[in-house]
């Protein structure tokens, strides 16, 4: 092997050369978002846990004073530093409200960290699904009703978790379903990952801890500018105990923590709660012209909630809908970069979507209306060759729980032959996004018939090796 190759470094650098415009995460756009100072001292401030600099597992010094600005900031009664994502938020704060053996109500569609969490903890799964618009082939959200039929068939169920916003910026009315779970006794959680800008602007959908969350969670290098695997977790209230959430987090985080993670929170949580309001309305408005400007040449967006289960829609969001140009949303993601050097953050078989954040400049916002007009001349096609996908809304009959099925042995069998074996791992296909199995579940007839039916028709499977392999628990 030839040792004087760097494939990642030299690959990074390729990407950096060739000038892509961002429209995925970090938040911070290449650098955008931060200060010279910040940037320029990089290599010099990732330092250890020298006396001053305090400890990010027992903080007392400048990261209890940079914790407790964010706690201010964003409405919470305390705030924790997270070096590991929102994964590890997810994890402990799922963990500190559930005992092992006990349950937890969560929506279908949320990220696989849950899942994680349910093993990690043996805590069982009580599954709600959220609402699909066929039409336009979107996941929504879950509705109060469901979350209030889920608590009165489950009165011993821990609590409830949503997932708000969703990859799509749809919101759940988390006021309401927080007075449904207060009242019956229950907490909420809520995986806030992609809305950790929300605190910031009057202009953008409530925080769930403003609407009563009693933990959330919030990726800031999703939308803030702070780097990649950066977060917080959020707590208000008494429902759960803190300082089992503070073991967690020490168990669950590296004891080497990363200072130049920890300050770009500081620095995010500075930004946005200084200059957040000015740069997310200039930003908002900007996005509302390049709205109007999209859908002049063309291109429809999902701007407007028409769902009584979607309270809100984040502006900052930019979805597209590449329906009409005859393309799906994964060939229109290819052509803008290879063709206009714009990356998106994801798409799908209709859909893409942009990550659009306080770095974002004018002329990098102006680049979407040109890329658009670009992929209208030269893709309009007269024919419209999509299919419509449908699901089912059933939730598959639940064998073991995921961590039975997870500490199983395991085989890889085809999935058309799969029928009446168990699910170990999360099996799935976009469109939906959602599982449509999750691990522990049986396979059935009819499930196996959906994934290839949306298969055949271009959709992508997860949890699917080589495009017909999955696991399942072994006989
Ligand atoms: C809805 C949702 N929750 C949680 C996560 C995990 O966040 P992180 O990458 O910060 O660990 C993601 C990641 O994409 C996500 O989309």
């Known amino acids: ?192 990952a992609h809305g950790a800008h929300f605190p910031f602007s009057p202009k953008l959908p409530s925080s769930a801890g403003k609407l009563g969350a009693d933990l959330w969670v919030h990726s800031a290098h999703k939308t803030l500018p702070s780097f990649t695997q950066t977060a917080y977790l959020h707590i208000k209230g008494h429902r759960v105990d803190k300082e089992r959430i503070s073991r967690i987090l020490s168990i669950n985080q590296t004891s080497s923590p990363s200072y130049i993670f920890m300050a770009s929170l500081d620095w995010a949580r500075y930004i946005m709660a200084t200059r957040g309001h000015e740069l997310l309305n200039n930003l908002i408005d900007n996005l509302d012209k390049i709205h109007d400007l999209v859908k002049e040449v063309g291109i429809g967006s999902v701007r407007k909630s028409i769902w009584p289960e979607v309270e809100a829609l984040d502006p900052t969001r930019l979805v597209l809908d590449f329906k009409e140009l005859g393309l799906t949303g994964y060939e229109a993601e290819k052509i803008l ?17 942009f990550i659009c954040t306080v770095a974002d400049t004018r002329s990098d916002l102006q680049k979407i209306v040109q890329t658009c007009q670009n992929l209208c001349s030269k893709y309009m096609k007269n024919k419209n060759i999509h299919f419509p996908m449908s699901i089912s809304r059933e939730i598959p009959k639940q064998m073991m729980s995921p961590r039975q099925a997870f500490y199983s042995k395991t085989q890889k069998i085809p999935l058309n032959e799969s029928q009446g074996r168990i699910a170990a791992n999360t099996i799935g296909a976009y469109p939906p996004g959602i599982p449509r199995y999750c691990p522990g579940e049986l396979i059935e007839k009819n499930g196996i018939e959906e994934l290839i039916s949306i298969h055949k028709k271009g959709g992508i499977l997860f949890g699917v090796e080589q495009e017909k392999y999955v696991d399942v628990v072994a006989e």
């Open 1 to 192: 092997m030839i040792q004087e190759k760097m494939p990642l470094v030299e690959r990074l650098f390729e990407y950096i050369k060739e000038d892509v415009t961002r429209y995925h995460m970090p938040g911070h756009k290449g650098g955008k978002g931060f200060s010279r100072q910040i940037l320029d001292s990089l290599a010099q401030m990732d330092v250890t846990e020298v006396p001053e600099l305090d400890n990010l597992h027992n903080p007392q010094g400048p990261i209890h004073k940079a914790q407790r600005l964010a706690a201010s900031a964003f409405g919470s009664d305390h705030t924790w530093f997270l070096v590991n994502g929102s994964t590890v938020g997810i994890h402990a704060m799922i963990l500190a409200a559930c005992p092992p053996g006990s349950s937890l109500i969560v929506p279908r569609n949320c990220h696989k960290s849950v899942i994680n969490a349910l093993i990690m903890g043996d805590i069982s799964p009580i599954y709600i699904l959220p609402e699909y618009d066929e039409d336009r082939e979107l996941v929504t959200q879950v509705s109060p009703q469901a979350v209030k039929d889920a608590l009165e068939h489950n009165p011993h169920v821990r609590g409830v978790l949503l997932v708000s916003p969703n990859y799509y910026g749809m919101c759940a009315n988390v006021q309401e379903i927080a007075e449904i779970v207060h009242r019956a006794g229950k907490v909420l959680l809520v995986d806030e």
């Open 337 to 353: 970069r290879e063709k206009e050097r714009l990356q998106i953050e994801m798409s799908d078989h209709r859909y893409g979507i």
